[in-house]
Nanobody, 127 residues
Framework: QVQLVESGGGLVQAGGSLRLSCAASGRTFSSYGMGWFRQAPGKEREFVAAVRWNGGSIYYADSVKGRFTISRDNAKNTVYLQMNSLKPEDTAVYYC????????????????????WGQGTQVTVSS
């Protein structure tokens, strides 16, 4: 079992920055991949960013590339999402997620790859 707790969401003006954190507990954090997804009202949950177990492979949605940075600290069992140059369209609930099945054939961009989810943290960007 893996427990994920997000923090760092809030209200920010367009152009501002936020850093989300996700603390993991349970299984060995350094052995599995981590990701961030988001869901805006009335929309499907969408991929934001992902990082493999050792940080060697990182993936971003085109909509956030160049503005968001995902990173992980295996010593602290924490994954981060640094969000810069925020836009109103970034407004959503952001979910931290873990992919513990190393043999999964789903892409890192596919939510079916991920088997544990946090409760989500609200990010609101005002114009």
């Amino acid at each position: 079992q893996v427990q994920l707790v997000e923090s760092g969401g809030g209200l920010v003006q367009a152009g501002g920055s936020l850093r989300l954190s996700c603390a993991a507990s349970g299984r060995t954090f350094s052995s599995y991949g981590m990701g961030w997804f988001r869901q805006a009202p009335g929309k499907e949950r969408e991929f934001v960013a992902a990082v493999r177990w050792n940080g060697g492979s990182i993936y971003y949605a085109d909509s956030v590339k160049g503005r968001f940075t995902i990173s992980r600290d295996n010593a602290k069992n924490t994954v981060y999402l640094q969000m810069n140059s925020l836009k109103p369209e970034d407004t959503a609930v952001y979910y931290c997620t873990a992919a513990t099945n190393v043999h999964s054939f789903y892409s890192d961009y596919d939510l079916r790859r991920y088997d544990y989810w946090g409760q989500g943290t609200q990010v609101t960007v005002s114009s």
